[in-house]
């Protein structure tokens, strides 16, 4: 009966196989759906349900013929397949340690960007951590991990959702600010320098470490500059920066075909 057979169904599903059911006996179409169906032990398993109109001579339904098949397991491994494939896309995209993309998905993905063109001007800046060697020396390895993590935070809390950070290597990380323009790149690489430097780092074992960075940054246009030239003027004006005597932000202009 339907009371008992809903009472059985997950009841997230039963909205939408009871939208499928009547729209088959309404066309007289063949029911075919997956929903999730109470086993006797009290576990809610996946069952494929297919359904054919049996009918007279006249061409009218008499009856249906149906099937359920369990396919709770085929289920169960097209999810750990997914979860796997998530993972390893998750792992070859995201630094495990920081967060933020990964070098090869950052160049990858800022690429893309520029080659479409999407957006009239772009912006690159080039961060690196103000003397790391010394951070991880006095602290160990582990207050420099915690320093990388900290401050890719600080990063991002500077940037909207769409812009993009990597890591490059080590300490060094780069950010594309998509339809930036120069004086906005100058507003993020002041709000980075402000709120890397307000409060001391605190590492797990209770120790604080104040912390600061170097900004090289560019702007060019998109479709008109590529990756690996707007990379470059904002290394060199990262080099700028640190030989300016480090914690600040130097800005290098991009020429434009």
């Known amino acids: 009966m339907e009371e008992t057979w809903k009472e059985l169904v997950f009841p997230d599903h039963w909205p939408t196989l009871s939208n499928v059911w009547d729209a088959a006996l309404r066309s007289g179409e063949p029911y075919d759906i997956d929903y999730r169906f109470r086993h006797h032990s009290g576990e809610y398993r996946w069952l494929r349900v297919m359904a054919l109109p049996i009918r007279d001579d006249d061409g009218k339904v008499i009856c249906w013929f149906g099937t359920s098949t369990d396919v709770h397991d085929a289920y169960l491994l097209a999810e750990q397949r997914e979860k796997l494939a998530d993972e390893l896309v998750n792992i070859a995209t995201v630094d495990h340690l920081t967060q933020v993309l990964t070098r090869r998905a950052f160049i990858g993905r800022a690429s893309a960007f520029l080659d479409a063109g999407a957006a009239a001007e772009v912006s690159m800046l ?34 909207k959702q769409h812009d993009l950070i990597g890591r490059l290597g080590g300490e060094e990380f780069a950010v594309l600010l998509p339809g930036c323009a120069v004086e906005q790149a100058h507003q993020v690489a002041h709000r980075i320098l402000h709120l890397m430097q307000r409060d001391p780092f605190k590492l797990e074992d209770g120790q604080q470490v104040s912390v600061t960075v170097s900004i090289g940054m560019t702007t060019g246009a998109a479709g008109a500059n590529s990756l690996d030239e707007l990379l470059m003027i904002a290394d060199q004006a990262l080099y700028g920066a640190k030989n300016g005597g480090r914690n600040r932000a130097v800005f290098s202009s991009a020429q434009t075909a």
């Open 126 to 159: 080039m961060l690196d951590i103000d003397h790391f060697k010394s951070i991880n020396d006095t602290y160990g390895h582990a207050g420099g991990d915690c320093v990388l993590v900290c401050a890719a935070k600080r990063v991002q809390a500077c940037l």
